[in-house]
């Protein structure tokens, strides 16, 4: 075989390898929504599941899911950005700062049922919060915040030094120029990191199944303390526990979980490229 | 009048204490922060210790490392759950390593601009789908494919994990990949190009293996996603905890440790021997992924590559 021939084998495979890695994706997305879309009506979003979860909707649980990720990002959020304001800004190059960097990384490999177990253990019994939207919102906000660092600190580092250099010598103190100057200009990075965080935090089960998620409960929850259905868990009930489960409503549901992690998804993008176009500097 | 000289001299000392002391307030707060996150990891460990540790008390250590995982008769052999866990993960290494590594090389050589900006997305979406939806789908998808071309009782299987994993596992591994490509400099390319070589042979021959370390970071992170991915591999691979006895186990079904935990914690009472055993198998987990991610993290800071890639 010529050097060039070998060349246009390798080639066509490596295109092959490409198509078989991204066409799964648009079939995946495609299926979904074919099959999904019927099911999709005000009724279906907006009433409680009904007989068994057979019929009805699925409003408790999408209503459960958005309260879940709002209490990611309430846990996330000030940690993860208080983290990455540290890093970036006052930290060292010592032992310190060496040891948060590799708690960062060990944070983002534990798997996300190991983090059920922790939420249960730490924040359901030890803690005494029971099963609820506190312990899960808890979890789900740890197992964010290495994304949410990461992606902070990046943004803020993005800031040009000039800028602190200017905020100092016209007498700002180092809070004042962070907060006044590095973190308005960090802020759609930072933005875009907890989006991309929140995503990630809206998908998940494992980490809800032991600390707040519940099979059946028609009624939204009263406060903190209170358990919640959610998506991906109801999901995952009704496509394994439930034998007779209507296709629609199960392909239903795996649609409106998926738009809405996509759209959280789309969201980032769209904030990361518009204020990167904007940018002056 | 006087008054309101008196109170104007004194507030540029005031303001100025006050803003000191927001100062000190504001660093201590964000160095704060910035050691939650050790004490965090603390915390897991701490957690999953106190409860798993008295497994190894109240269950025999022979128990523990035998091959029965029947926990209503006590038995506790973990050996079926940690193989089954070694199997899916071996099998979506062999499928997503040459797969993620391919696509990788493709995108950064060959896709004209324009197409990579569509590739891209499309992988970040492929990292953001749930994977309670990447299981579902196996479930009512991929299985029954499985069954009617393999010729298999149900389909719900091994295999089906492992490709379930190897999806999952992708983005991770095109991304590092890709960069680790990026980071091989120009004047490699353009040595093997200038002696000769075409294309394929300069990719093949100066480019990949002088990113070799790269993508060995790649497949650790790779290895360490599948290794403790829950939802999907409990909905596909068939939950029945065996030992695998050869190849065939394959495309038998399985029982992974993270699908054990994930199926059974719900129906254990708190605190039973049972209870125990579940949170060991999360030290064993935990420790597994500790490891990987260590390695991963040394062979990547040695390299100096962009940190927040084993945050993705």
Known sequence: ??????????????????????????????????????????????????????????????????????????????????????????????????????????????????????????????????????????????????VVISTAEEAIRAVPQSFRVVSVSLGGTKWQTIRHLVLPNALPGIITGVILGLERAAGETAPILFTVAAVYLPRLPRSVFDQTMALPYHLFVISTQVPGMPMTLQFGTALVLLAFVLSLNAAATIIRSHFRRRRSW | ??????????????????????????????????????????????????????????????????????????????????????????GAVLISVPLGLAAAIYMHELAPAWLREILKPLIEILAGIPSVVLGFLGMIAVAPLLREHLNMPTGLSAFAGSVMLAYMALPTIISVSDDAIDAVPRSYRDASLALGANHWQTVCHAVVPAARSGIVVAVMLGIGRAIGETM?????????????????????????????????????????????????????????????????SVLMLRRGTRRDQLLE
């Open chain 2, 1 to 90: 009048m006087a008054i309101e000289q008196q109170a104007a001299t004194h507030a540029v000392p005031v303001a100025r204490r006050r803003r000191l002391r927001g100062e000190t307030a504001a660093e201590a707060l964000v160095r704060l922060s910035g050691i939650s996150v050790i004490i965090f990891v603390v915390l897991v460990f701490v957690f999953l210790a106190r409860e798993g540790i008295p497994a190894f008390f109240e269950v025999e250590v022979g128990n523990l490392l035998g091959t029965r995982w029947y926990p209503t008769v006590g038995r506790y052999g973990l050996l079926p759950l940690v193989t089954g866990s070694l199997l899916v993960t071996a």
């Open chain 1, 1 to 146: 075989m010529s050097r060039g021939t070998k060349q246009k084998l390798a080639f066509a495979l490596l295109t092959a390898a490409a198509v078989v890695v991204v066409v799964p994706v648009l079939l995946v997305a495609g299926y979904i929504i074919w099959r999904g879309a019927g099911a999709i009506s005000l009724e279906f979003l907006l009433s409680a599941p009904r007989h068994g979860l057979r019929e009805g909707g699925i409003f408790p649980a999408a209503i459960g899911t958005v309260i879940l990720t709002l209490g990611t990002a309430i846990v996330a959020l000030p940690l993860g950005v208080g983290a990455a304001i540290y890093l970036s800004e006052y930290a060292r190059d010592d032992l310190l700062t060496r040891l948060i960097r590799m708690a960062i990384i060990n944070l983002a490999g534990i798997p996300s049922v190991v983090y059920g177990l922790f939420g249960l253990g730490l924040f359901v019994l030890f803690l005494r919060c029971g099963t609820s939207i506190l312990a899960g919102s808890l979890t789900l906000g740890l197992l964010t915040l290495p």
């Open chain 2, 232 to 296: 999907a591999v409990l909905m596909v691979t068939g939950n029945a905890a065996r030992m695998p006895d050869g190849l065939s186990a394959l495309f038998q079904p399985v029982r992974t440790m993270t699908a054990t935990i994930a199926a059974e914690m719900g129906e254990v009472a708190n605190g039973s021997v049972h209870y125990h055993v579940l949170f060991a198998i999360g030290i064993v987990l935990f420790l597994i992924t500790f490891l990987v991610n260590l390695l991963a």
